[in-house]
């Protein structure tokens, strides 16, 4: 019998796909993230051929050692930087991910956090419920016309190209960018300025938005340094992953006016959010859920199931890492 252990549960579609390849499935009962000794034990119990992981488990080489029959990590997500990938390749373990699962909703979203921070929607919202209106003010919630303004991107692979396209087509802005690797495509399409440094992109832009994976270079990419550069009424939006920005020098350029507000999607030190952030009124939080429809949460098991699939059949699974 071929087993495969899932870490959480995901969508039906996609533990129904596995049961019809014949795969005896086990789901964590547990509904929260398992703590690394939790999936060891989980793992020992039985002899698994696949594991189905998410981001939240950090898969290393004790997680490794708890599935030695495992040919494959099949993560549930775009992002892997939750899996050892070079302990990985030596034991000869299958890493994939989702790509592209939901990357247009992150895009979207992207925008939902810039829009509710330039239209001042959440400090409205909550001054409304609150019982303050009491008519139309003209001095109040005055917010940041887009139109005109300078984004800058920060990665432009899919979801940073995208936010670049709304961006032009959307709201008539002008769009620089940094990567490692420059865009030309980006250019020719939406007129993307090029800049040879992040410096250069957090000095001109109006609104920041970054899009990078979460690897050694990147982690704190946005430090106090880099945050002191920006001006004083731009936004930064993170829908990427948390350790990029050092959130405790983030809540200082905030509270001490450095920049003029932040949307964040994701966090340092996950699910906890550093002290003082929830306290500022200029900053727009949501729990991680930029990728968050019921089309990209269908299409992330579809893509799960078929990467296990594929690889316990002997072949290279489409996503792999």
Known sequence: MVRVFVTRKIPDNGIEMLKRAGFEVDVSPKNRPLSK????RALRRKPYDAVLSLLTDQIDAV????????????NYAIGFNNIDITEAKKRGIFITNTPGGGADRVAEHTWGLILALTCKIAESDQFMRKGKYKGWDPMIFHGTKLSGKTLGIIGTGRIGADVAR????????????????????????????????????????????IHVPLTKETTHLINSERLALMKPTAFLINTARGPVIDEAALVFALQSGEIAGAGLDVFENEPKIAKGLVKITNVVLTPHIASATKEARLDMARMAAENIIVALEGKTPPNKI
Do not use: C, W
């Open 166 to 209: 709304r961006a032009l087509h959307g709201f008539e802005m002008k769009v620089i960018y940094y990567d490692i690797i420059r865009n030309e495509k980006l250019e020719q399409e939406f007129g993307a300025a090029f800049k040879p440094t992040v410096e250069e992109v957090l000095r001109e832009a109006d609104i920041v938005s």
């Open 37 to 40: 000794q939790e999936l060891v």
């Open 63 to 74: 997680v490794f050692d708890a599935a030695p029959r495992a040919k494959i990590f099949a």
